[in-house]
């Protein structure tokens, strides 16, 4: 608040006779508390209210001398003003622990469901493993001797006519199939892995780790349950020098 805006508006005697809104007032005693200037101007207006006010009234026995009611003014301007200050302080305060303490809780409350949410889902894939798993054990134990599938190296993947030179037999009843892929000259892979995909190229599988007793073959277990009828290729890796590198592709037809 500046001096041509007090001016214009005439907030002093405004002031005086209680006419501000509560905004316009707090903010004209923050400024009056520091400024010469608009205190006389105040003491000034008050007195001549006062003497004016005397005037019209009939005149007390004893008269307060105008020291006294400057000095009386002054601390009644000082007092009022300090208490607004420390109201609109706290008043501030408060508000802003208020919002802390909202935007505290609301990230707590956040943090909880994530928590709940990601515990659901936990226990939902502990509960899918623990089922697959008993379905797996169980047909491992009615399944004395998985069918042997061997494959040779192809180029691409096979198409639907079934013109495929590999291909595997579904079982009835879903169990183990042994997939024997002819591996190629390559005496120096420590270990192979094998990415399943279909003909859309959609990952089936993808199996690192293997190794191969004789050197000539790779026995890979899979579960039938995992293909349909169509065509898919098993890319094959072997690791070197701790990075894989690409020995062949083998297309098959599952019907």
């Known amino acids: 608040m500046d001096h041509r805006e007090i001016e214009e508006s005439n907030i002093p005697d405004l002031y005086l006779m209680n006419k501000?809104?509560?905004?316009?007032?707090?903010r004209f005693e923050e400024h009056?508390?520091?400024?010469?200037?608009?205190?006389?101007?105040?003491?000034?207006?008050?007195?001549?209210?006062?003497?004016l006010k005397n005037e019209l009234m009939p005149r007390p026995l004893f008269e307060t001398s105008s020291q006294q009611s400057r000095a009386l003014f002054r601390k009644y301007v000082y007092a009022f003003?300090?208490?607004?200050?420390?109201?609109s302080l706290g008043l501030g305060l408060a508000w802003r622990a208020w919002s802390q303490q909202r935007r505290e809780s609301a990230v707590l409350m956040e943090l909880r469901n994530r928590l709940a949410a990601e515990s659901t889902s936990l226990e939902q894939e502990k509960s899918r493993n623990a089922e697959l798993s008993n379905q797996i054990a169980a047909l491992s134990r009615q399944q004395v001797s998985p069918p042997v599938f061997?494959?040779?190296?192809?180029?691409?993947?096979?198409?639907?006519?079934?013109?495929?030179?590999?291909?595997?037999l579904l079982p009835q009843s879903p169990g183990w199939l042994i997939l024997l892929l002819e591996l190629p000259p390559h005496p120096s892979a420590q270990s192979?892995?094998?990415?399943?995909?279909?003909?859309?190229?959609?990952?089936?599988?993808?199996?690192?780790?293997?190794?191969?007793i004789s050197g000539e073959n790779l026995a890979i277990s899979v579960f039938s349950s995992q293909f349909t009828q169509g065509s898919y290729v098993v890319s094959l890796e072997g690791l070197t020098s701790d990075r894989y590198t690409p020995l062949g592709s083998y297309s098959f037809q599952v019907r």
Do not use: H, W
């Open 192 to 212: 192979y892995r094998a990415t399943f995909r279909d003909s859309r190229g959609t990952l089936v599988s993808d199996l690192s780790g293997l190794k191969s």
């Open 81 to 87: 003003a300090g208490l607004a200050i420390l109201i």
């Open 150 to 168: 061997p494959l040779v190296i192809t180029r691409g993947i096979a198409d639907s006519g079934g013109s495929s030179v590999n291909s595997i």
């Open 20 to 26: 501000l809104p509560i905004e316009m007032k707090l």
């Open 32 to 51: 009056f508390v520091s400024c010469p200037q608009c205190l006389n101007r105040l003491e000034e207006t008050e007195q001549f209210r006062a003497a």
